[in-house]
């Protein structure tokens, strides 16, 4: 038996819009994301699904970023702000600065791993270099005391 289907409206973008500022599932480490996203899709009065609400927000964020850029290209035309464009602008940015917040971590980590390859090559070098040292120096030795007889 198939769940009926149920459309979003103004009402319930903004519930939505309204509970993802709350709950800030963007800024959920992996393996959590999903429950931040039912947490969401939870607190919502209508029978909506973790995936439908995630859906939902992306679709929002795209078409708020094409009407900026629209926006952007079309000069001075007074355009009518809305309180659904400030949320929409709000999650917009939690999500910006959730991407750049795992950019950034995964740079650093990038960043350790690179200077622990360094580190550890820089370590063998100086084994082998110590190594090579001493055997030189039995060579020498040998070579001393066969010379002396």
Not at 112 to 141: I, L, N, P, S, V
Request: contains cysteine; proline residues 1%; charged residues 40%.
């Amino acid at each position: 038996m198939r769940k009926t289907q149920v459309r979003f409206d103004d009402g319930d973008d903004e519930a939505l819009l309204q509970e993802i500022l709350a709950v800030n599932p963007f800024q959920a480490e992996r393996g959590g994301r999903t429950a931040a996203w039912t947490t969401v899709a939870s607190a919502l009065v209508l029978d909506f699904d973790t995936r439908r609400c995630r859906e939902r927000c992306t679709l929002l964020l795209s078409k708020f970023k094409a009407k900026m850029t629209k926006s952007a290209a079309v000069s001075g035309i007074e355009e009518e702000h809305t309180e659904s464009d400030d949320l929409v602008a709000n999650v917009l940015e939690l999500f910006e600065d959730a991407e750049a917040a795992r950019y950034d971590k995964k740079q650093q980590k990038a960043t350790k791993q690179r200077d622990d390859e360094r580190a550890d090559a820089m370590r063998d070098e100086a084994m082998t270099g110590k190594r090579g040292r001493r055997k030189k120096e039995k060579t020498r030795h040998v070579y001393r005391v066969a010379g002396a007889c």
